[in-house]
């Protein structure tokens, strides 16, 4: 099976990804919610007359809100670079940072 076009594109292949992981999220999310019935919520869902309208209405919710939380933080940690001898996050530095220091100590 061939790679669509749009795939083949780095930035738009981590885009979906992270919306995938996002999606799993949100769908994990509204079925805990619906398996733990916290305030009865699981109960007033299914006592509508549509209930498929609520249950998208909250599954689109979550999945816009995680969905976009995970590519948003996919597209803020491109711009870091490991550096192999400091530890933890304060080892990490923006590529322009590190660019600014070469040129002026060169």
């Given at each position: ?32 919610l619906l398996w733990l ?29 995680f969905g976009s939380a ?37």
């Amino acid at each position: 099976m061939p790679i669509p076009a749009l795939l083949r594109i780095p930035l738009f292949r981590l885009l979906a990804i992270n919306l995938a992981i996002g999606a799993c999220a949100a769908a994990l999310l509204v079925g805990g919610l619906l398996w733990l019935n916290p305030g009865h919520l699981r109960e007033l869902i299914f006592a509508d007359r549509a209930p498929g309208v609520a249950l998208l209405l909250l599954l689109a919710s979550f999945l816009i809100t995680f969905g976009s939380a995970a590519m948003g933080s996919a597209i803020m940690a491109q711009g870091r670079k490991e550096d192999a001898d400091k530890s933890g996050g304060h080892g990490s530095r923006l590529a322009v940072q590190e660019l600014m220091q070469r040129t002026h100590t060169h």
